[in-house]
């Protein structure tokens, strides 16, 4: 008897957190909702959810990036509306 399969799907949204043991710190490395899925708050779903997961590992702060040109800012307001405070920071890379 055979079983039929049902195509795979792609998922709209996803997180990855970057943590591989309890730590005061959490951080989200992270965050994407496919264009066709976004304005439906799945995002903050997927923050609201990590932020919970992390929580109960023991962080007590959690740290989430993105960009800081015109394409990110939907994301930059997203993180405020959750709470999150923007640093002044400056990263560096070097190619090796």
Known sequence: MSRSRRPAT????????????PAANGTISHLAV????????????????AFAEMRAAGA???????GNDPFHAPARALYERLGCTQLPIAVYYRQL
């Open 60 to 66: 007590q702060v959690v740290e989430i990036g993105t």
């Open 34 to 49: 496919d264009g066709e899925h976004r304005r439906h708050h799945l995002g903050t779903a997927l923050c609201e959810h």
């Open 10 to 21: 792609r998922s709209p949204a996803t997180w990855r957190g970057a943590s591989t043991r």
